[in-house]
């Protein structure tokens, strides 16, 4: 449900594009761990989709929006990393998600020992910050790349936990704003109120985390065949109070994993138990923990130590080596850890085996009171896709009781398992434990007098009474759920699992993107590393986000009466980043990330058909003609990618003139392949590869103007010939910038600093630039950043959110990436290139000046006339086949690929009709912006294109036209039963995107 009007303008006054109420932000948002489309599939109505995202930078912001959403009483729901997994950070009844991935500064306070941590910052970051003053942090959950906020609202435990306890311990203090708006500070046993709280009793905003001296932590394993034996060894480490840091039990079949998929340094077929101590405490544990060893005859080891991954993140990823494994994790006490045991063997098969549908093992950290925080796995024959789309069901609903029933607790309840908010609240930290505080009395409390609408994250952790209601519901599956145990046969005929329609729908537009958001599990690292993120921060543009879309896009799928159309401009957003593979690095589930956005780049590469390009004719142009030599074996590659930024051409070939260099020019409709190449496309090998070649033939030197273009010429190019043809191609290429630099040129810097920004596939000979600019006397800052100009070709938002975040931090910048610099220059960066800046050290200013003229630049008003236009001519023409539609009604049948194969060549008729049209209606725009014959027809007829591949692209009213042209069919197929009107839509959709290139071309070849 749409949220007020006037509330959404007051949060967008406030906010500005930190507030979105767009499909990209709500359904990346919509996900954490605890992925819930089984349960809508299986008719429960909760609507985990927010209204709107905000992105807070300020306590002042928080407060307001406190306010806002009192007023008009919208629910609030926080939102850290989304790594629990018990949907605690996605709504249940919509509202407004408040990410606080833009609250992230970390202050050291190195006298106290504390960090003062906005609650976006992540553990692992306040480490880093931590680590000049030679802190760090004491305790922290194994999940390193999740929020300080999210793990305080869960008060979480893990690595470090044997000697500092649960996060509340380790709390100076906790500012949070309240429901009435109010800010409050608490610490001791007030933390109570929001330490654990899941978000229901105030959004945190800063916090003070204890810090300890950081000194090298050292390693030990030993092993031992028995669990009894191991615990018995441990329970003399509490006895005889060993001032270790952290113990983590590991069982034999996990350790076999680990030792088989990473190689980790365990004894296989053994419990293996790491425990870790600072290196200045060896004189004090060594020796003892040696001779506790020796009792039972066993032996320590220093263990080759690989990080803080390897404990849950890593588990999973091994066991995914044998099948599907399904993890349940809880708080219990070290005495109860034998009755867990007994409990899940009778259900789930002997201990320490993990066979398809037999048995389970522990992975167990231990806490400094006897607690223990154990994950369990079991294997079951699920397949990916089944598992999550019937969430785990019996077997984890299995695993999660008998933590209750063993007087345990699982880590969360979240939506998942009200019944149990008591026994979570109730085992509790130190800190609340000693003061003997009830944790659930103090946030019951709180909350009614607080927020007794229960618009802060409700259906949380305490039993809702008037928002989110529908999360009782959920129990009542579970119990179905246990009801067929095993029976994942029986089970799915329940709640179907495996490929259901939301997921084959989402699947037609993201593709395989879809079944690798199965695999992710949400552990965050991939959004540390992602150099997008880190510029803009939000969640969409950061791996994990890109697969919570995903799993959001089904459950809206549910949820939107079966409808989702995701438009290719949100495709474009998604997948285009510059595919630096960074992420592909540290995911432990081995995710092929970068290939994965590749290929989906290929949808957007589809639409941006590089045959749209048309010549300038700058051969018979000044400067050009100056410089133009049709023999030359030095070629000047302006190329297609230019004809966005023709000015520049112009400005290098000035250069060249004055220079008196002779290159053979190659005009703006040559292309070099780079489109087709980082999309994965089939025409880079089959077509695009042999018209570079035939181009280029005879050439020694190729000066490209655009990074873009020498990647592809120097690198792509090369390969393939060499792959594809066995063609060895011995041309040279030079970025300009490189040539101009090497030549004798009145070019000094004289100190003069320049803020070089190199975009991401100048990387290669940015160096080199540097330095000789450097040995020309400039002082060089290098900034590195993607500018998301040539990857999102104006499609989506993200090249928009990137260079508006550049736009921040710079006010001027030197580029080395023509496309880049148009792009900031709209955000307000006084940006020009390295060739334009030499240019006009060099006096060439005149030129630039008179040149710029012939630019053009189309009117708002002309590109709706366009998008109008377009739209109106597609509806028109899919309109005049209603009756050949109605006719094939009945051959829409329950399959996309089967209908499409029957209404594929309607709506290449459709669009063919459609073409003829556009071409004649722009034609008549085109000579009117020309008639005056001030400006080139060339550039104008360029810039329509141009405008046409956008509006295409962005296809925001395809579902609307679909929609409406169904409702015709609808009305006329003799048998409205027999028309299967939502797959219709799917169909023209999906098909009508497809040819959507063949317009492009159609048009611009027909343009006048
Ligand atoms: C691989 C993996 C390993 C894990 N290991 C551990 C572990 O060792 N120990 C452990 O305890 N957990 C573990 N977890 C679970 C999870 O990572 C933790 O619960 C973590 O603290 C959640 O942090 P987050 O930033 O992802 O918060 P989210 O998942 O985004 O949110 C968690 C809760 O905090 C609330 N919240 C978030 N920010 C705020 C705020 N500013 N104000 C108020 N409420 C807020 C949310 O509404 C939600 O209720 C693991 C998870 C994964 C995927
Ligand atoms: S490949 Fe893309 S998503 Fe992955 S880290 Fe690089 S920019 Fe981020
Ligand atoms: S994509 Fe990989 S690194 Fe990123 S959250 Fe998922 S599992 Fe972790």
Redesign the pocket.
């Known amino acids: 449900m749409p949220l007020p009007r006037e509330a959404s303008r007051e949060l967008e006054s406030l906010f500005g594009d930190r507030y979105s109420e767009s499909l990209l932000e709500r359904l990346s948002h919509s996900s954490?761990?605890g992925f819930v489309p089984e349960l809508i599939v299986a008719g429960l109505d909760i609507n985990i989709v927010p209204d709107a995202v905000v992105y807070p930078k300020t306590v002042e912001e928080v407060v307001e929006l406190v306010k806002i959403a009192t007023k008009y009483r919208i629910p609030l729901?926080?939102?850290?990393?989304?790594?629990?997994?018990y949907g605690?950070?996605i709504p249940t009844e919509g509202g407004i998600t408040v990410d606080?991935s833009m609250m992230r500064q970390i202050t050291i306070a190195r006298d106290q020992s504390v960090a003062m941590v906005q609650?976006g910052a992540t553990w692992k970051e306040i480490d880093v910050e931590a680590d000049p003053y030679k802190l760090s942090l004491r305790t922290f959950?194994?999940?390193y790349d999740?929020?300080v906020?999210?793990?305080i609202?869960?008060d979480?435990?893990?690595i470090g936990s044997y000697e500092w306890g649960f996060i509340s311990d380790n709390l100076t203090y906790v500012k949070f704003v309240n429901p009435r708006g109010e800010i409050e500070t608490v610490s001791g046993p007030e933390l109570a109120k929001v330490a654990g709280a899941?978000?229901t009793t105030g959004?945190?905003v800063e916090a003070g985390i204890k810090l300890r001296p950081k000194t090298p932590t050292l390693s030990f394993v030993f092993h031992s065949p028995s669990l009894d034996e191991v615990l018995k060894i441990v329970g003399e480490f509490y006895d005889t109070g060993l001032p270790l840091w952290h113990v983590q039990i590991r069982g034999p079949s996990i350790s076999n994993d680990m030792v088989d998929g990473f190689k980790a340094d365990l004894q296989k077929d053994e419990w293996n138990v790491i425990v870790m101590f600072p290196a200045t405490r060896e004189p004090l544990i060594r020796r003892r923990l040696e001779s506790i060893l020796k009792n039972y005859n066993k032996e320590l080891r220093p263990l080759k130590w690989v990080g803080w991954w390897t404990f849950?993140?890593a588990a999973i990823a091994a066991l995914r080596r044998t099948g599907t494994p399904i993890h349940q994790h809880g708080l219990i006490p070290m005495e109860k850890l034998p009755n867990l045991i007994k409990e899940l063997e009778s259900n789930l098969g002997p201990l320490g085996v993990l066979e398809e549908n037999r048995g389970f093992d522990l992975d167990i950290?231990l806490e400094r009171r006897r607690v223990l925080?154990v994950n369990a796995f079991t294997i079951s024959s699920l397949s990916l896709t089944d598992k999550k789309l019937i969430y785990d069901l019996a077997k984890n609903t299995l695993m999660m009781d008998a933590f209750v029933k063993v007087g345990g607790s699982l880590?969360?309840v979240g939506m998942f398992a009200h019944k149990y908010a008591k026994n979570r609240l109730n085992v509790t930290s130190k800190t609340f434990s000693e003061l003997g505080l009830d944790r659930y009395e103090i946030i019951s409390k709180y909350k009614k007098e607080m927020d007794p609408e229960e618009l802060f994250?409700p259906g949380?952790l305490l039993p809702p009474e008037k928002r989110g209601k529908k999360v009782f519901e959920i129990s009542d599956r579970q119990k179905l759920a246990l009801t067929f145990r095993f029976g994942i046969g029986l089970a799915k005929s329940v709640t179907p699992g495996g490929p259901n329609d939301g997921y084959k729908t989402v699947r037609a537009f993201l593709e395989t993107f879809t079944d690798y958001a199965f695999q992710c599990?949400?552990?965050a690292m991939c959004v540390t590393v992602c150099p997008q993120y880190k510029v803009v921060y939000k969640n969409p543009y950061a791996p994990k986000g890109m697969f919570d879309f995903v799993k959001g896009a089904m459950a809206y799928y549910f949820l939107n009466d079966k409808k989702i159309d995701i438009p290719l401009s949100v495709i474009a957003d998604i997948s285009g980043c510059h595919k630096c593979g960074l992420c592909d690095r540290v995911c432990p589930e081995n995710i092929p990330i970068s290939y994965l956005l590749v290929q989906l780049s290929t949808k957007v590469a589809k639409g941006v058909s590089t045959k749209a390009y048309v010549s300038l004719g700058l051969t018979e142009k000044e400067p050009f003609s100056a410089i133009h030599n049709p023999d030359s074996t030095t070629v000047l590659w302006v190329g297609s990618l230019m004809q966005e930024n023709v000015e520049e051409a112009y400005v290098a070939a000035s250069i060249l003139e004055k220079l008196k260099v002779k290159v053979r020019v190659i005009d703006t409709d040559k292309d070099s392949g780079f489109y087709d190449y980082i999309s994965g496309s089939r025409e880079f090998v089959e077509k695009r590869l042999g018209e570079v070649i035939e181009t280029l033939k005879d050439s020694e030197l190729v000066i490209t103007l655009t990074p873009e273009d020498y990647r592809t010429l120097n690198d792509y190019v090369k390969q393939a010939a060499n792959i594809v043809l066995r063609k060895q191609l011995n041309y040279y290429v030079m970025p300009i910038e490189l040539f101009l630099l090497s030549m004798a040129l009145p070019f000094e810097g004289k100190e003069e600093q320049i803020n070089l920004h190199v975009p991401c596939f100048a990387t290669d000979y940015a160096q080199e630039i540097i330095a000789k600019l450097t040995s020309r006397g400039f002082k060089v800052k290098r900034i590195d950043g993607c500018s998301g100009a040539a990857l999102a070709k104006n499609l989506g938002n993200r090249a928009r959110e990137l260079s508006k975040a550049m736009a921040e931090k710079y006010s001027e910048l030197v580029t080395l990436c023509p496309l880049a610099a148009q792009q900031f220059r709209s955000f307000g960066i006084r940006a020009q290139t390295l060739v334009e800046f030499m240019a006009s050290k060099l006096g060439a200013q005149k030129l630039v000046k008179v040149e710029t003229k012939v630019g053009f630049t189309l009117s708002e008003d002309r590109k709706h006339a366009i998008e109008e236009i377009v739209m109106k001519s597609i509806l028109e023409e899919l309109e005049n086949k209603v009756p050949i539609f109605a006719d094939l009604a009945a051959f829409v049948s329950d399959s996309l690929d089967e209908s499409r194969k029957i209404l594929d060549p309607v709506i290449s008729e459709v669009v063919t009709s459609a073409g003829d049209k556009i071409a004649s209606e722009l034609s008549k725009l085109v000579q009117e912006d020309t008639g005056k014959g001030e400006t080139s027809v060339l550039l104008v007829t360029s810039s329509y294109v141009k405008e046409l591949m956008n509006v295409v692209n962005a296809q925001t009213d395809f579902q609307r036209i679909a929609s409406e042209v169904a409702e015709k069919v609808l009305n006329t197929v003799p048998d409205r039963s027999a028309f299967n009107k939502d797959l219709f839509i799917q169909v023209v959709i999906v098909s009508l995107r497809d040819e959507m290139p063949e317009l492009i071309n159609l048009v611009s070849r027909k343009l006048k």
């Not at 729901?77 to 989304?82: H, K, L, Q």
């Open positions: 954490d761990m729901i926080p939102y850290g990393r989304g790594t629990n997994r605690n950070a606080f609650p959950p194994s999940s999740s929020s906020g999210g793990g609202a869960g979480a435990l893990g899941e978000g959004l945190i849950n993140h950290a925080l880590l969360s994250n949380k599990i949400d552990c």
